[in-house]
Each structure stands twice: as C-alpha cells, then as structure tokens.
Nanobody
Framework: QVQLVESGGGLVQPGGSLRLSCAVSGTTFTINVMGWYRQAPGKQRELVAQVYHGGSTQYGDSVKGRFTVSRDNANKTVNLQMNSLKPEDTAVYYC?????????WGQGTQVTVSS
C-alpha cells in the first residue's frame, strides 16, 4: 500500500520560510512525478510545484522565484523550500506522487502565514 507522509507545516510570519518534506513508502516502482498542491478555504486545489523523475520542474505562477521543489529518487522523498512567504500562501499543502498513471496523496499539512 502506497503511503505519503508529510512533515514541516506550521505557523510563520510574513516574509519567513518553511520547509515541507514528504516520504513515499509501499512501492518499488519508479515515481514519475512528485510534488505539492495546496488548497485554501473556499478555493480549489492548485499546483504549487512538481518535479519529474529526470529532474525537470514545474511551478505555479504565484510561487515562482520563492519556492523550490527537490526530490531524492533513492529515498523516495520530495521537499518544498518556501521562502518569502505571504499570507495568501496560507493553505493545506498536500504531497502528491504519480506512479504508473495513478495519483497518490498525503494527508495534508497546514501552513499558516500570519503576523
């Protein structure tokens, strides 16, 4: 059974930084895409950042230049370094992994940006 376990959320002041981590277990297959989505209250879930097995990345427009996604293929982990955080970054952040065309999700971790 594939499981995604996230860590690193919390409360941070505007302009601060947080690092999210996600570990995937329960599979020996290659993970094609790993990344992060977020969902704020009353809004649809949106892509934050994702990284392909070969290393190419994709970012949501609102986080470009502030967030950096990275992965460790050997350990099946994906990280999200978030800098210059803004109140509008407040959301539940979900780890995502695509394996053989199937999407798997973590339970979500809350990120709150507030003074």
């Amino acid at each position: 059974q594939v499981q995604l376990v996230e860590s690193g959320g919390g409360l941070v002041q505007p302009g601060g930084s947080l690092r999210l981590s996600c570990a995937v277990s329960g599979t020996t297959f290659t993970i094609n895409v790993m990344g992060w989505y977020r969902q704020a209250p009353g809004k649809q879930r949106e892509l934050v950042a994702q990284v392909y097995h070969g290393g190419s990345t994709q970012y949501g427009d609102s986080v470009k230049g502030r967030f950096t996604v990275s992965r460790d293929n050997a350990n099946k982990t994906v990280n999200l370094q978030m800098n210059s955080l803004k109140p509008e970054d407040t959301a539940v952040y979900y780890c995502n992994a695509e394996i053989w065309g199937y999407d798997y999700w973590g339970q979500g971790t809350q990120v709150t940006v507030s003074s």
